[in-house]
């Protein structure tokens, strides 16, 4: 009996140290989600205003001669979003699950779990700044012109709510020709081709920058959810716990009284 009560002692102990690092984890993912939200709300207004300009430009005739325009069904390439740690729920596993399904594309990693995963440099999805986007931007438009690929994905969290998040993939090239009203009243100096072709290196830095700020919102509100159903639970076992505890010592104690009475009794 005595056993018992010492390992449900150490188990409370365990279970306890537990619940104060899930509920110091909950505490820093609330402390950055503001920022996190704030940050993905204006990379996406940027992406956004950057697209509109693009879809002008994809509309015209004369742009259908842009490298960028080539429809090719071959190599694809992929920028894939992970996280930088774990205790997210199921934010990393999401990512490479979806990942099963691009078994033959050639990846290019950012955070540190997909770093890991892909044996690339380690990159840090929080760190991860615009400059960074605009370089590695640079490298995939001059490897797509080349021909070195044909499809250009990002496969990024989709932020939906705080307690919603999906993995998915957002295709940036080659460009789609769409139908836009504006095109036909702008003016663009010194032409439509020239101008987009100058535009796309900046419309894939702003898409892989939302995306990234959109990952690591979603990581912090996954990692959110994930550390108040710890804290929850591990509450929960330590309850189940202490009943078992006291229920252990009184039976204990009960024991010892009916061996003293016992003895007593001799």
């Not at 894939?80 to 078994?103: E, P």
């Not at 890991?116 to 840090?124: C, L, P, R």
């Not at 931007?137 to 998040?165: A, H, P, W």
């Not at 509450?235 to 009960?254: D, G």
């Amino acid at each position: 009996m005595g056993a018992d009560i010492k390992k449900l002692r150490v188990r409370i102990k365990s279970v306890s140290s537990t619940q104060h690092l899930t509920r110091a984890m909950g505490l820093v993912a609330s402390s950055k989600i503001r920022k996190a939200n704030l940050a993905m709300q204006k990379s996406l207004e940027y992406s956004n205003t950057v697209l509109e300009t693009v879809n002008e430009l994809a509309s015209c005739r004369e742009c259908q001669k842009s490298p960028y325009m080539r429809q090719g069904e071959g190599k694809l390439k992929l920028v894939v979003i992970a996280g930088d740690r774990g205790l997210a729920g199921g934010y990393n596993a999401n990512i490479f699950r979806l990942m099963k399904g691009f078994q033959n594309a050639e990846v290019v990693a950012i955070g540190k779990r997909a770093c890991e995963k892909y044996g690339q440099q380690i990159i840090i999805a929080e760190d991860f700044s615009y400059r960074d986007a605009a370089l590695l931007s640079k490298q995939l438009c001059e490897e797509f012109v080349n021909g070195e690929f044909d499809r250009l994905g990002i496969v990024y969290t989709k932020y939906i709510s705080m307690m919603s998040q999906e993995a998915t993939v957002k295709y940036v090239l080659p460009l789609e020709k769409t139908e836009s009203q504006k095109a036909a009243s702008a003016i663009f100096e010194p032409d439509e081709l020239t101008v987009l072709n100058a535009a796309v290196p900046e419309y894939v830095t702003g898409v892989l920058t939302a995306a990234v700020k959109e990952s690591v919102a979603s990581e912090v509100s996954a990692r959110r959810v994930a550390m108040d159903a710890a804290d929850k639970n591990a509450q929960e076992m330590l309850s189940q716990l202490s009943l078992e505890y006291n229920r252990a010592r009184q039976s204990s104690i009960t024991q010892e009284i009916t061996e003293i009475v016992a003895g007593s009794g001799l």
